[in-house]
């Protein structure tokens, strides 16, 4: 059975950071490319950054480019959002994805970026 569990979502002042994690199981993790999507209230969903199975290449959205970093370790079957200097508009449902010939979707993890 596949999985898809992140964690480590939360309430932060803005300036602050968070580390999401996902942990997966059911399908061969390092043969999938990982990535984090978004999505805000009244907005569309977003990618966010994608790594590579071998985490040689990545990929960010602009709009997170120097503030947040994708990694993964394939011995733990899991990957990470690290955000650094959060502000408001980072607030959102944060949700893990995998993909090779099939896709997988974590069940989301709630970020609120709020004084």
């Known amino acids: 059975q596949v999985q898809l569990v992140e964690s480590g979502g939360g309430l932060v002042q803005p300036g602050g950071s968070l580390r999401l994690s996902c942990a997966a199981s059911g399908f061969t993790f390092s043969s999938y490319a990982m990535s984090w999507f978004r999505r805000a209230p009244g907005k569309e969903r977003e990618l966010v950054a994608r790594?590579?199975?071998?985490?040689?290449?990545?990929y960010y959205a602009d709009s997170v480019k120097g503030r947040f970093t994708i990694s993964r370790d394939n011995a733990k079957n899991t990957v990470y959002l690290q955000m650094n200097s959060l502000k408001p508009e980072d607030t959102a449902a944060y949700y893990c994805?995998?993909?090779?010939?099939?896709?997988?979707w974590g069940q989301g993890t709630q970020v609120t970026v709020s004084s």
């Open positions: 790594i590579a199975g071998t985490g040689g290449t990545t």
């Open positions: 994805h995998a993909v090779n010939l099939l896709e997988y």
